[in-house]
């Protein structure tokens, strides 16, 4: 990465790095440290984020270019590449990208129609106009999208002739059958999903492009046929590659319209809601994480919900250093009843805001949470109830990172978040129409976080970030989530098989009861199937068998969900 750094440090004005390594190998890093060079990302694997926070940061700053590389190319003739673009006067209006690793090019400004984001150069008012990357695509696609939109902006794209970048795609290995070389990629089963699932949903959201499907169809078989003859694992990358597809094609038109980019309009006002008790360990870490949040002004509502540690002195300490920050303290009711009490001041919160948003105590939020969750939700209308939920990343003490909340993107639907809940609480953001929904039938056994679910996944529109975008502390205090290997998640299994008491359907039932005359017809009697599913296997089969279930999450976490639905565990 430092030749790839150095060959054009000299010809721009800042350089920002997008750190993806995990924290347990940054030891071994080598950081390039220069006064125009500027860290970020801390361990996110999102290209799409990365792009998007320099497009973001360079609008901020005043910047005119976006240059954007990959770690692993480099140039050999960057100043010739300035100047037959930024600096000539015959270079055509649009995106320029160079030569990759010597191919032809027989014009000085040759027209194409899908480049690679490495090496391209373009001007903010460009991006501006395309309006940034897609960050539902994490890596896969995230390139094809963009320069999509930039087509149907009318946008030109350029390749240079004799600017030369030389690009390294991964772990390539060369085999040669019947006397023709052929490249290997050797990219990991979830990369392979996404490419796949990413492919198809392109083909699916731009059905006028034709030369998607031909470019599709010319290479998938190929590509199986190769990773399943001369690559490790290959029957885990054969089956990511078909779990792509199929994912893909069950992607709903709805969720394909929404699988774009949005950019907050202004500055929005977040009220962030967070209920304590004893948490002076973790606390001061998470309240600064808040506090400290990109573009987004925020209001800190506590309620201490009667601690008997330092935490009330390091709420007191935080008020008394922000303004922004308001609190409580009163006899301990347990969170469900304090997060409702919450709710019910947050109605008559003192100042108008456009969004609120659920806090645990022990996480960490990563800068761009409460943005990130405003740019989604600004694009729906406010009338109707909305919730915004993301990924997350597991970490222990020390932060070092166990591993995602979500492997691969959860698909919510009404049998989902009945049967099980899947969206956390700490990652929740929602609106006012939630949240007057909520206050007027408050729940009285039920969870603050499945309250909200249910209400949004019913009455209103649900939307998640597969992008982690919050630490979700794992300690001796919080153990939800804590066993990360396959037989201790076993055991856990088998120990909530035999003490679950079916709380679940006791919540599901509060919430029918509670906006019954809310719900369509059709949802009532989604409801009743499943809060009588004890009383007949036809009911339980009715359930198993919904193709809205059948897509709601992986078939382990599907088999574990019809276990516990056949022995009324649910």
Not at 88 to 106: D, F
Not at 274 to 300: A, C, F, P
Not at 458 to 484: A, D, E
């Amino acid at each position: 990465m430092e030749r790839n750094v150095q060959a054009f440090i000299n010809h721009v004005d800042k350089v920002l790095i997008w750190e993806n390594t995990p924290s347990p190998d940054k030891s071994n890093y080598r950081f390039i440290e220069h006064e125009k060079v500027e860290y970020y990302g801390d361990g996110i694997n999102s290209i799409s984020r990365a792009l998007n926070y320099a497009w973001e940061y360079a609008n901020e700053y005043g910047f005119d270019y976006l240059l954007t590389m990959d770690q692993d190319s480099y140039f050999e003739n960057f100043d010739y590449y300035v100047n037959k673009t930024i600096l000539s006067p015959l270079a055509p209006e649009g995106i320029w990208t160079p030569q990759i690793n010597g191919e032809s090019v027989s014009e000085d400004y040759e027209e194409i129609e899908i480049p690679i984001t490495s090496g391209m150069l373009a001007s903010l008012k460009i991006v501006n106009t395309i309006g940034g990357w897609n960050e539902s695509y994490t890596i896969a696609s995230v390139d094809d999208e963009f320069f999509l939109m930039a087509h149907q902006c009318n946008i030109k794209k350029y390749k240079i002739k004799d600017a030369s970048l030389l690009q390294r795609f991964g772990a390539t290995q060369v085999v040669t059958i019947f006397g023709h070389k052929l490249e290997l990629r050797n990219y990991g089963p979830q990369r392979l999903y996404d490419i796949y699932r990413n492919n198809f949903i392109l083909i699916r959201k731009y059905p006028e492009i034709d030369y998607l499907r031909k470019n599709f169809f010319h290479y998938w078989l190929k590509a199986i046929i190769l990773v399943f003859l001369f690559e490790k694992q290959r029957f885990s990358k054969t089956a990511a590659i078909f779990k792509g597809i199929i994912s893909g094609l069950r992607c709903k038109n709805d969720e394909l319209r929404n699988l774009g980019i949005a950019r907050p309009k202004r500055e929005m006002d977040v009220l962030v809601l967070m209920s304590t008790y004893n948490g002076e360990l973790y606390l001061r870490k998470q309240l600064d994480s808040i506090l400290h949040q990109d573009k987004t002004k925020v209001h800190l509502l506590i309620r201490d919900d009667g601690s008997t540690d330092h935490t009330c002195d390091i709420l007191k300490e935080y008020a008394e250093k922000y303004p922004n920050v308001e609190w409580k303290t009163s006899r301990n009711v347990g969170f469900v009843r304090s997060f409702s009490i919450l709710v019910e001041k947050a109605l008559s919160y003192s100042e108008p805001v456009d969004f609120y948003a659920f806090s645990d105590q022990d996480d960490i939020w990563m800068p761009n949470k409460l943005k990130t969750a405003c740019r989604y939700l600004e694009e729906y209308d406010q009338k109707t109830p909305l919730l915004f939920s993301s990924n997350s990343l597991f970490v222990d003490d020390n932060m070092s990172v166990l591993g995602s909340f979500h492997k691969e993107a959860p698909h919510y639907t009404k049998q989902n978040v009945m049967i099980y809940p899947t969206e956390q609480g700490c990652s929740m953001v929602f609106n006012r129409s939630t949240l007057e929904l909520y206050s007027s039938n408050p729940p009285l056994n039920a969870w603050h976080d499945r309250w909200v679910c249910l209400i949004c996944n019913f009455l209103g529109k649900s939307v998640y970030c597969q992008t982690p975008l919050f630490y979700y502390r794992i300690h001796g205090g919080n153990m939800i989530g804590k066993k990360q290997k396959f037989w201790d998640r076993i055991v856990d299994d088998a120990k909530f098989f035999f003490t679950s008491d079916a709380k679940n359907s006791q919540m599901v039932e509060e919430f029918y009861q509670a906006f019954k005359p809310h719900l369509s017809e059709e949802d009532r009697e989604l409801l009743n199937v499943f809060l009588h599913y004890k009383d007949s296997f036809r009911n339980k089969w009715k359930i198993v068998i919904s193709p809205e279930y059948q897509r709601a999450s992986s078939w382990q976490e599907r088999m574990r969900k019809s276990v516990l639905l056949l022995f009324n565990k649910i």
